[in-house]
RNA sequence: GGGUGAUUAGCUCAGUUGGUAGAGCGUCUCGUUUACACCGAGAAAGUCGUGGGUUCGAAUCCUACAUCACCCACCA
């Protein structure tokens, strides 16, 4: 029955193996976990919505970091014994994916009018799909231990009723209504966009300044003389003086062929230091505009279309493209003799930020939210509570915790300058709005009215409708789990009632507009209840100079690859170490590269400790269990007879315990990768297990082994597959991925080790370290063994006796632990031996005869430079110390912990003195 | 224009409530120690962006400035 364990290892022929060992468990879905008693079935529950990916493709590391933070959560929790859930599913993300089916259709000299509806959603479809199962196949690449068969998606039958319910209520509440506003519009995609879907750049345009007619008694400037064919207003700051005489009158003039009846107003927010003070009004193509063609009624005139170009009546420039009227417009106010000035501006050009065409503002009719209108039965707009929930909390519920915690000024800022939501797109791939007329008749509703002659709306949701409904949608399994009574919305489901409010949301701090304040807006609303209590926002992945990774740049790492290379494992340490919450990070392929030693560093770790013969094992599984549990009850028995760097390890142990169980309940997943690897390279690997090769007492094989458990699964959620592999060849039957989170309970009971063995292994292993550290300074050939006198006189806050025994007890590993150590003697002279390499550590007094090899200026050197640190330390030391107001306001702990470094610092400085009187 | 973050070893970054600076990678030296060379041992390396302030004590708190990045608003 043995297994070989390669020296390697081997994570290519293993993760995917044990993805599928995991996914057969069945211990991904809770239920499965509460039938089987893994996990018992008592609240809280801890439950996470997957950010659905876009069905547009492939994932990147954006991706992969999401899975990775949310799967060590779900690990740990589910090792903890909570009920826990996470939900997969993905998100049709209509003008994303719609636009990348329609390059695919350019390449192929077709277009989707060319092929019509019907063929184009299918052809979207088939494409969704594809990404679909590409995601899936992805994310369990990634380890990610979701349950697939709660899997949702945000246009499946299910969703779609979610959010024709909620388009219903809120119809019914008056939220959404329909009106002729200004909207942003992209002429390539021939849809609206939302405020937060138009990105800006910098650029550099032309402000023209020009007069309307030469009878127009001053003139206006404008980066857009071709819009200026819609004027109906010129304002001016009330307080301009300039322009005084001439507020409240019309002109008519003709401009350029278009008859314009322009009435000078004012407005505030005019800056008469700008341009010429006077801003020429076009209501239908700027925002800003249209305010004030609202507090002045003004006439509203269109000069865009939506292909962008000049709508007829505007002469010789009707049917031109905005751009080519513009050409045409200047040339002819030079022409006319009517532009006065051309100068260049920085400004900022409006793209749609999913295909980066230049987008116009122009007025058409669409649908809204109204996000001001207070609904009845809250006394509050939906603004109003989404606001709430985060600054203080809403409907009893403690408030949204956002973490970073500076992100929830953003929240604010955004909330407050919320407008009416444009929720209507005309694109063809996604929900259509629910909405059917017939002549003057309007029926909203979840499913066509019945009778004939009904006509469904031909626009479809702003996709983020959809996304924000996601932590409630995702938890309704059947149609008729969900419905609308007596004007709310009831979801009848177990998952609803177990999982909702989610425990956390995480996802990048650039969806906390898009997605996640939509979350909070439309739960709120729908549900009367938080989408989740906590929010955690991860930085964005650059590449290792700090640019964003993109397709264009070819600097993006893919994921995939990087898996093949070094293993899903390394991938997701490289993710979640040396990050903090919110902060971007750098990451270079030769971080992940790291990691994989470390995974390979854990591999051999477990393979020396289960394959060692000296503890007994790589013997039948079943027996060795069995000797597991006698030695364990031996132990427990007071049998066992523990050493100090027993003590020492189990201390550490304990303590990294607890920590780690903090630093993820705190979201600190950095910390806790960092501390665990320190623990178990350094203390574990490079110390302990070279000390059990020494040190043979009956303790150890319990320590190593319940060590390595416990390490295994406290790595789990971070590098679920290696440890899960080597979980594996204890053959106990049960799937690491739902062991129990370990207690510090064992290592308290176990031994009762304090804070003294832990300063008493310290000091031995400084001895140990002085000795390696003067052997490679002299380059003493590894097979030559030296004598060792340690002189302990200087060392006045140890009682002699204890520190002699101390130490005496601890020889085997003096001399054995890589230092090639002959002979050890302990002294309480205070003698300086002759021609003997001296060093000074903890009180210490370590000497080495080297007779005539020591090398004179090099130590003297040495020595001088120490002892110029050693008495700095001191003067500053007891300067402090005899600081009145350090010894009231400082407290004790501080004030003793001065004291001691001070002692120790004094007694290595009366070694290298005496060092230094020898060599001069 | 408003705001946020960053500035710490050659590079990439950690640093919980103020107690006197850490890791990984890289560099240098040595090593075939029976788990691992994807290893081990040792070493070098930092005025914690700059100036001021609070404090017994500041990488950490306050303030001003500089550089970089990002977000929001305006942009006639």
């Known amino acids: 029955m043995k297994e070989k364990l390669p020296k390697n290892y081997v994570f290519q022929k293993t993760e995917d193996k044990i993805y599928q060992i995991w996914e057969g468990s069945g211990f991904f879905n809770p239920d499965q976990c509460v039938k089987k008693g893994i996990t018992k079935n008592k609240v809280p529950h801890y439950s996470i919505s997957m950010p659905p990916p876009n069905v547009t493709g492939k994932l990147h590391l954006g991706h992969a970091e999401v899975i990775t933070l949310e799967d060590i959560l779900i690990r740990y929790h589910r090792m903890k014994g909570d009920k826990t859930v996470w939900i997969p599913g993905t998100d049709h993300a209509s003008i994303a994916t719609q636009n990348k089916v329609e390059k695919l259709l350019k390449k192929e000299g077709l277009n989707r009018h060319k092929i019509g509806k019907k063929a184009f959603l299918k052809r979207v479809e088939k494409f969704a799909l594809e990404s679909h199962d590409n995601i899936v196949r992805q994310s369990k690449k990634m380890g990610a231990s979701c349950d697939w068969s709660r899997e949702a998606y945000t246009l499946d039958q299910i969703r779609h009723r979610v959010v024709n319910l909620v388009f219903k209520m809120m119809h019914a509440d008056g939220l959404i209504y329909r009106g002729e506003r200004l909207v942003n519009w992209c002429p390539r995609c021939a849809s609206t966009l939302a405020d937060d879907e138009v990105e800006y750049k910098e650029q550099k345009a032309k402000l023209y300044t020009f007069r309307y007619a030469k009878s127009f008694p001053f003139a206006i400037a404008t980066t857009r003389p071709e819009t200026k064919l819609g004027d109906t207003a010129v304002a001016v700051n009330p307080k301009d003086k300039r322009y005084q005489k001439y507020v409240g009158k019309t002109f008519k003039v003709n401009f350029l062929g278009t008859a314009l009846n322009l009435k000078v107003v004012t407005d505030r927010e005019v800056n008469p230091r700008f341009g010429t003070g006077a801003l020429g009004v076009t209501p239908s193509h700027s925002h800003d505009d249209w305010k004030i063609a609202e507090a002045n009624k003004l006439k509203i005139v269109k000069v865009i279309d939506e292909k962008g170009n000049i709508r007829t009546g505007f002469g010789k420039y009707s049917g031109l493209n905005a751009a080519k009227a513009r050409e045409e417009v200047t040339k002819d106010l030079k022409a006319t003799g009517l532009l006065e000035k051309e100068e260049i501006l920085a400004n900022s050009l409006s793209l749609c930020y999913r295909c980066n065409t230049p987008i116009e503002v122009l007025p058409s009719l669409q649908w809204f ?198 293993g899903t494992d390394a991938v997701r340490l490289s993710l979640v170490v040396g990050s903090a919450p919110g902060n971007d990070q750098n990451l270079s392929e030769e971080k992940i590269a790291g990691f994989r030693r470390f995974t390979n560093k854990l591999w051999n770790i477990a393979r020396f400790v ?70 178990t390279w350094n203390d574990f690997a490079d110390w302990y297990l070279e000390i059990s090769k020494i040190e043979n007492n009956s303790a150890k094989i319990i320590i190593l082994d319940q060590i390595l458990r416990d390490l295994l699964k406290l790595w789990h959620p971070f590098t679920p597959f290696v440890t899960e592999k080597i979980w594996e060849s204890f053959r106990q039957g049960k799937l690491l991925m739902v062991e129990r989170w370990p207690t510090g309970d064992f290592y308290k009971k176990l031994t009762g080790a304090s804070q003294t063995d832990l300063i008493n292994f310290e000091l031995i292993k400084n001895i140990i370290e002085a000795i390696r550290s003067v052997r490679a300074d002299y380059k003493i050939e590894p097979r030559r063994k030296i004598r060792v006198i340690i002189d302990i006189k200087n060392r006045p806050d140890y009682a002699g006796t204890a520190t002699y025994s101390l130490i005496e007890s601890q020889s085997d590993l003096i001399k054995n632990l890589h230092t090639g150590v002959k002979s050890l003697a302990i002294t309480e002279s205070g003698q300086k031996i002759r021609k003997a390499i001296c060093r000074a550590t903890g009180g210490v007094m370590i000497q080495i005869p080297l007779g005539g090899l020591i090398d004179r200026k090099k130590e003297i050197a040495r020595c001088r430079k120490e002892k110029t640190t050693l008495e700095n330390q001191i003067k500053n030391l007891k300067k402090t110390l005899r600081n009145k107001n350090f010894l009231q306001k400082a407290p004790p702990t501080v004030i003793e912990k001065q004291k001691s470094v001070l002692i120790k610092a004094q007694a290595e400085l009366k070694t290298i003195t005496k060092q230094l009187t020898e060599l001069y």
């Open 369 to 566: 939210i109204n996000v001001n209108k207070k609904i009845r039965r809250y006394g509050r707009s939906i603004k109003e509570l989404s606001t709430e929930a985060v600054k203080v909390g809403v409907f009893g519920r403690k408030k949204i915790r956002i973490i970073p915690k500076r992100f929830e000024k953003e929240y604010f800022r955004w909330m407050e300058n919320l407008r009416d939501w444009c929720i209507s797109r005309q694109i063809w791939f996604g929900h259509r709005v629910p909405v059917w007329c017939k002549g003057k008749r309007i029926y909203c509703g979840v499913q066509a009215p019945k009778g004939t002659g009904w006509k469904q709306e031909e626009d479809t949701l702003d996709t983020w409708f959809s996304s924000g409904l996601w932590t409630f949608s995702s938890l309704v399994q059947k149609p008729k789990q969900i419905k609308i009574q007596k004007g709310r919305l009831v979801i009848d489901s177990q998952d609803f009632k177990d999982y909702h409010p989610t425990s956390v949301l995480e996802t990048g701090y650039d969806l906390i507009f898009f997605w996640v304040a939509r979350m909070i807006l439309m739960t709120t609303y729908a549900v009367r209840d938080i989408p989740f209590w906590d929010v955690y926002l991860h930085g964005m992945v650059r590449d290792d100079k700090g640019q964003k990774m993109s397709k264009s740049l070819g600097n993006a790492l893919d994921p995939l690859t990087m898996i093949e290379k070094y």
């Open 610 to 679: 289960i394959t060692s013969q000296k503890f007994g094992l790589g013997e039948d599984p079943a027996l060795k269990n069995n000797l597991r549990v006698y030695r364990l009850r031996q132990a427990l028995g007071g049998q066992a007879s523990f050493s100090l760097s027993d003590l020492w390890i189990l201390h550490k142990m304990k303590k990294l315990v607890g920590e780690i169980t903090g630093d993820l309940e705190k979201y600190r997943f950095s910390q806790a990768g960092e501390k665990l690897r320190e623990f």
